[in-house]
C-alpha cells in the first residue's frame, strides 16, 4: 500500500531534549516536506527536499533541521525544542513529474505527529 | 509576501444546503490552486486547478479558478453531515530553479447539522 508514515505520532518532551520525527515513504517520491500546523494560522512549511541531498528552507525553519540520505527517507529534527514548537507535523511527499495522469504537485500527507514541548 | 485567505473561516449550514468557499491568493510565479479537505486528520486531496475558468467536479463537489482575480470557489451542494470537516486551500509558487513551495491558507471550518 502506497502511504506516508510517521513515527512517533505523540510525543511529549522537555525543553532543550533533542528529538527526531522520522517520516517514510514508499512511492519512490522524490519531493518531500515538512508542515507544523497551528490553529489559526494554518499549514506551514518548514523545509522541502527535492531529491536525495537537496533539501531548501520553507517559511519557518527556525529550530528546526532535516536531512534526506535516502530517497525514501525525511526525519525533522529539533536539536533544542522550545514550547512554540509545541504543534501537530505532517510530512508530505509529491508525485513525480512525468508519471501519467498523475499532478505531480498533490500531495500525499503522513498521520501527523502530535507534538508537545513542556 | 505570498499569502492565501480563505473565507468565512466558519460556517454551519443544515443537510441539503449548498455551500461556497473562497480562496483569494497572492503568490508569485503561481503554478497552482489546491484544495484538501481536512478532517480529524491528514488532509487528502480534492482538486488541481491550473487554468481559469475550467470547471473541477466530483460528484457534489466543484470547483473553479479565476487567474486574473486571484481567487477560487469551492462549491459543495446537497451538504451531508460528512461534509463536515476544515477545507484548506493552498497555491503552489514555482521558480525557475524547478523548485515549488506551498503557501497555506488558514482553512474553513464546515459543520453540516442533520
Known amino acids: 500500500e502506497a502511504q506516508v508514515t510517521q513515527n512517533p505520532r505523540y510525543l511529549i518532551t522537555v525543553t532543550g531534549k533533542k528529538l527526531t520525527v522520522t517520516c517514510s515513504q514508499n512511492?519512490?517520491?522524490?519531493?518531500m516536506s515538512w508542515y507544523r500546523q497551528d490553529p489559526g494560522l494554518g499549514l506551514r512549511q518548514i523545509y522541502y527536499?527535492?531529491?536525495?541531498?537537496?533539501?531548501d528552507k520553507g517559511d519557518v525553519p527556525e529550530g528546526y533541521k532535516v536531512s534526506r540520505k535516502e530517497k525514501r527517507n525525511f526525519p525533522l529534527i529539533l536539536e533544542s525544542p522550545s514550547p512554540n514548537q509545541t504543534s501537530l507535523y505532517f510530512c508530505?511527499?509529491?508525485?513525480?513529474?512525468?508519471?501519467?495522469?498523475?499532478?505531480?504537485?498533490?500531495?500525499?500527507f503522513g498521520p501527523g505527529t502530535r507534538l508537545l514541548v513542556l | 509576501e505570498d499569502k492565501v485567505v480563505q473565507s468565512p473561516l466558519s460556517l454551519v449550514v443544515h443537510e441539503g444546503d449548498t455551500v461556497t468557499l473562497n480562496c483569494s491568493y497572492e503568490?508569485?510565479?503561481?503554478?497552482?490552486l489546491l484544495w484538501y479537505k481536512q478532517e480529524k486528520k491528514a488532509p487528502t486531496f480534492l482538486f488541481m486547478l491550473?487554468?481559469?475558468?475550467i470547471e473541477k467536479k466530483s460528484g457534489r463537489l466543484s470547483s473553479i479558478l479565476d487567474k486574473k482575480e486571484l481567487f477560487s470557489i469551492l462549491n459543495i451542494t446537497a451538504t451531508q453531515t460528512g461534509d463536515s470537516a476544515v477545507y484548506l486551500c493552498?497555491?503552489?509558487?514555482?521558480?525557475?530553479?524547478?523548485?515549488?513551495?506551498?503557501?497555506f491558507g488558514t482553512g474553513t471550518r464546515l459543520k453540516v447539522l442533520a
Open positions: 527536499s527535492m531529491n536525495v541531498e537537496v533539501t
Open positions: 503568490v508569485t510565479n503561481f503554478r497552482s
Open positions: 493552498a497555491v503552489v509558487g514555482f521558480d525557475i530553479a524547478g523548485t515549488y513551495k506551498y503557501i
Open positions: 512511492m519512490n517520491h522524490e519531493y
Open positions: 508530505a511527499s509529491n508525485p513525480n513529474p512525468g508519471l501519467a495522469g498523475i499532478y505531480r504537485e498533490t500531495q500525499y
Open positions: 491550473t487554468s481559469s475558468g
